[in-house]
């Protein structure tokens, strides 16, 4: 269950122009955006401490922020969605003291906010795709110190986790359903609903429609508090799989 590929749903690559515009693709919708980085504010300045990590902020921060500037600044830094004081005090209240994981986990700052083990298969370290996001001009992912290199399938069987949580984490692809994408290295997500008692996943609407696990019965929320960097004017979502079927948030 290698999770870290973001080949079919990556919310923006950059290709830098002659004319000093920069592209921003998204190659699953086609989805193309132009922006010029002279015009579009770079706001690492509050969103990166002074190890030049992301920082949690209120979601407030981010209101103050545009969809392009956001675009800009997760794909320069090799993040895609950004944690906020609210998103980690619902994912607390979730988690209420069960054993909880988080796999796909990048950066590594949400796990290590809310205290609990950070995994990822840190596939982007990997030198042939490091050279790839090099030729299209997007910096690889920045894996946390606090990563442990486990893909979603070894870190599940590790922890036992009852929670798994998971911010854009690419599903594995299904020869039996090519139009939902995926990755052939992406998160067999189905399996990993059955292994513990709740999954839950965040993303946006239009990156992450075609999820296979949407057939299966879920709960999903559109706080107004979550934010990535996607630019495709759909809302981004909390949505939970749980083993049992006693769904209510």
Same mark, same amino acid.
């Given at each position: 269950?290698?999770?870290?590929?973001?080949?079919?749903?990556?919310?923006?690559?950059?290709?830098?122009?002659?004319?000093?515009?920069?592209?921003?693709?998204?190659?699953?919708?086609?989805?193309?955006?132009?922006?010029?980085?002279?015009?579009?504010?770079?706001?690492?300045?509050?969103?990166?401490?002074?190890?030049?990590?992301?920082?949690?902020?209120?979601?407030?921060?981010?209101?103050?922020?545009?969809?392009?500037?956001?675009?800009?600044?997760?794909?320069?830094?090799?993040?895609?969605?950004?944690?906020?004081?609210?998103?980690?005090?619902?994912?607390?209240?979730?988690?209420?003291?069960?054993?909880?994981?988080?796999?796909?986990?990048?950066?590594?700052?949400?796990?290590?906010?809310?205290?609990?083990?950070?995994?990822?298969?840190?596939?982007?370290?990997?030198? %042939?795709?490091?050279?790839? !996001?090099?030729? #299209? =001009?997007?910096?690889? $992912?920045?894996?946390? *110190?606090?990563?442990? /290199?486990?893909?979603?399938?070894?870190?599940?069987?590790?922890?036992?986790?009852?929670?798994?949580?998971?911010?854009?984490?690419?599903?594995?692809?299904?020869?039996?359903?090519?139009?939902?994408?995926?990755?052939?290295?992406?998160?067999?997500?189905?399996?990993?609903? %059955?292994?513990?008692?709740? !999954?839950?996943? #965040? =993303?946006?609407?239009? $990156?992450?429609?075609? *999820?296979?696990?949407? /057939?299966?019965?879920?709960?999903?929320?559109?706080?107004?508090?979550?934010?990535?960097?996607?630019?495709?004017?759909?809302?981004?979502?909390?949505?939970?799989?749980?083993?049992?079927?006693?769904?209510?948030?």
């Amino acid at each position: 269950m290698g999770q870290r590929s973001r080949d079919s749903e990556a919310a923006g690559c950059f290709f830098p122009g002659e004319d000093g515009l920069v592209t921003a693709v998204r190659n699953r919708h086609t989805d193309v955006f132009a922006i010029d980085p002279a015009k579009v504010r770079d706001i690492s300045s509050r969103l990166l401490d002074v190890n030049g990590r992301l920082r949690i902020t209120p979601a407030c921060m981010f209101e103050e922020t545009t969809a392009q500037e956001r675009l800009m600044f997760g794909v320069r830094q090799g993040i895609y969605s950004f944690p906020t004081d609210e998103l980690c005090e619902f994912l607390r209240s979730r988690i209420d003291g069960r054993i909880a994981v988080e796999i796909g986990s990048g950066h590594g700052i949400l796990a290590e906010a809310l205290a609990i083990p950070a995994t990822d298969n840190r596939q982007q370290e990997d030198p %042939e795709l490091r050279a790839y !996001y090099g030729q #299209i =001009g997007q910096p690889t $992912v920045p894996y946390g *110190k606090n990563v442990e /290199k486990l893909d979603a399938e070894a870190a599940v069987r590790k922890y036992r986790p009852n929670v798994v949580i998971a911010c854009w984490v690419t599903h594995r692809f299904d020869p039996a359903q090519p139009y939902a994408g995926g990755s052939v290295t992406g998160v067999d997500e189905a399996s990993l609903i %059955e292994a513990c008692d709740e !999954y839950i996943f #965040i =993303g946006n609407e239009r $990156v992450h429609a075609h *999820k296979p696990i949407w /057939k299966m019965p879920h709960e999903k929320l559109t706080p107004s508090w979550l934010y990535s960097r996607a630019v495709n004017g759909s809302r981004e979502f909390i949505a939970t799989w749980r083993r049992r079927q006693s769904l209510s948030i």
